[in-house]
Each structure stands twice: as C-alpha cells, then as structure tokens.
C-alpha cells in the first residue's frame, strides 16, 4: 500500500533551466528555475514557473520574451549559483564568468558557454498562486556543433545536463542509456 505524502511538488525529475531575461535599461540576468517542461509540439512551446518577487519575473513580463539555457554537469557551480545570488545584490554573469550574448531573434540574452538554447517569445501568462506560468513559443533552438549527432540534433549524453530533485533538493547527473523510445513498447503489442 501507498503512503500519502500530501499536495507536494514531488513530480521526478525536474529540469535544470537557467533562464535568461534583459531588464528595461538592457542589463542581462539569469537565474535558475526547475519548474517547467515542454507544453507544445506545433507551435513549439516551453512553460517556466516563476515567483512573482524574482527579477525575472518583472523582467519577461515587460520583455515578453526569455531564453531557457541548458546547463550541463561541468556547469553546475555557475547553475547553481544564479539560482541562489539575487540580481538585485549580484552580477551574476560578471560572478560566473558566463557570457550574455543578445538574441537577434527575442528581447532575451542567452548563455554563450551552453550548449542548448532555447530562444522564446512570450505567448501566455498564468498566475497559478506564488507560481506564475509563462508559456514561450520557441522561436528559435541554438546548439554548439560538438553537441550534435549525425542527424544535426542535440544528443542528450554529449549536452550531459543534470536534474533537480525537490524532495531532497539535489542534483542528479542523467544516466544510461535505456533504449529506443517509441519502440520498446511494441513487443506488448504481440501479446
């Protein structure tokens, strides 16, 4: 028998994201956030939770438009730390070392030291309580050639990106390979 834990935010994993914002005078700031996924396939879209006190948050909402940048397991310090450092206290890129490099595509900088970047336009907003949702329309995925495979798409072992776990609020390197999606599941069908 199952035990109840309670309303608790204990969907594993969570994503790793460091999202990227300009503010009004067109200072970059990044933070981390777990909460969010991909919530579209045609158009593309992206949804990202943030509380309403973060920079970020004033920063997508005047903006309408934000980068989800792809942390891999060497950069997990620098993830980390934007996550905690508050842009109102902290230059996090000048802290960090990363470099903002201005999207010609959103009003948004991305993280010229990761290898995946999703460039995003604000489409919808939804308060959901001390959480607001921004849904951004993909307008544009950036990657570094070393991260790609032989068909030209991101290849998950060469990003090697990590994930968040609340419950015991650690991060956890992605493990083996498992199999093909999609395929695994067919033998069922034979039976």
Not at 3 to 12: E, H, I, Q
Request: proline share 6%.
């Amino acid at each position: 028998m199952k035990k109840s834990l309670g309303a608790d935010t204990f969907a594993l994993p969570t994503p790793v994201w460091v999202v990227g914002t300009y503010d009004d005078q067109g200072k970059p700031n990044i933070m981390t956030a777990a909460w969010g996924g991909i919530c579209c396939s045609v158009p593309p879209c992206v949804a990202v939770s943030l509380q309403k006190i973060r920079t970020s948050y004033n920063n997508i909402i005047n903006q309408k438009a934000f980068t989800i940048n792809i942390p891999s397991v060497d950069q997990i310090t620098a993830a980390d730390y934007v996550g905690i450092a508050s842009a109102k206290n902290f230059d996090k890129f000048a802290t960090t070392g990363l470099t903002a490099v201005k999207s010609d595509l959103v009003n948004a900088p991305y993280i010229k030291e990761f290898s995946l970047v999703l460039e995003c336009k604000l489409v919808h907003t939804i308060d959901l309580g001390l959480h607001t949702q921004f849904i951004g329309e993909i307008i544009d995925a950036k990657a570094d050639e070393a991260v790609l495979g032989d068909n030209g798409l991101p290849v998950l072992s060469k990003i090697n990106p990590f994930t968040f776990s609340p419950p015991e609020r650690k991060y956890y390197a992605i493990g083996q390979d498992l199999g093909q999606a999609f395929s695994l599941g067919k033998k069922l069908f034979e039976k």
